[in-house]
């Protein structure tokens, strides 16, 4: 699962389930989140040191819509505690709560839902 988090209004403005995490994934996430925001120019994108965050295609999509990337400092926990939240959250209100799921598209379902 990846997520992507509008810090100021405290919502998911993109994500994406898959059952590998390649550098696809957050792509998806980030490609939902342009789309939901609109105007990106000026924007921060903060994330951890993830090879997935670290990627070529995902600095370059970052570049081409004015998006700037920030990257977290190494062992510091602070840097993602509000993705760190809202993951536990996810995880205990969605995963751990409904599981076991039949596949993906149950996941994807089930987050639609929470999301709304």
């Known amino acids: 699962m ?4 509008d810090v100021f209004s405290r919502y998911i403005v993109g994500w994406c389930v898959s059952t590998t995490m390649h550098a696809e994934l ?12 609109g105007d990106t120019q000026g924007l921060i994108h903060q994330s951890d040191r993830g090879s ?7 600095t370059e ?5 004015g998006i700037t990337a920030s990257v977290g400092s190494v062992g ?5 505690a509000m993705a ?3 993951n536990g959250l996810f995880k205990t209100e969605i995963i751990r709560r409904n599981g076991p799921w039949k596949n993906v598209d ?3 379902y089930g987050t639609l839902e929470w999301e709304n």
């Open 61 to 65: 999509r970052l570049m081409e819509s």
């Open 26 to 37: 957050i792509l998806d996430a980030l490609e939902q989140a342009i789309w939901h925001r």
């Open 76 to 80: 510091d926990s602070y840097d993602n």
């Open 106 to 108: 149950a996941v994807e």
């Open 2 to 5: 990846a997520f992507v988090i």
């Open 52 to 58: 997935q965050y670290l990627s070529i295609k995902y």
């Open 84 to 86: 760190e939240t809202i």
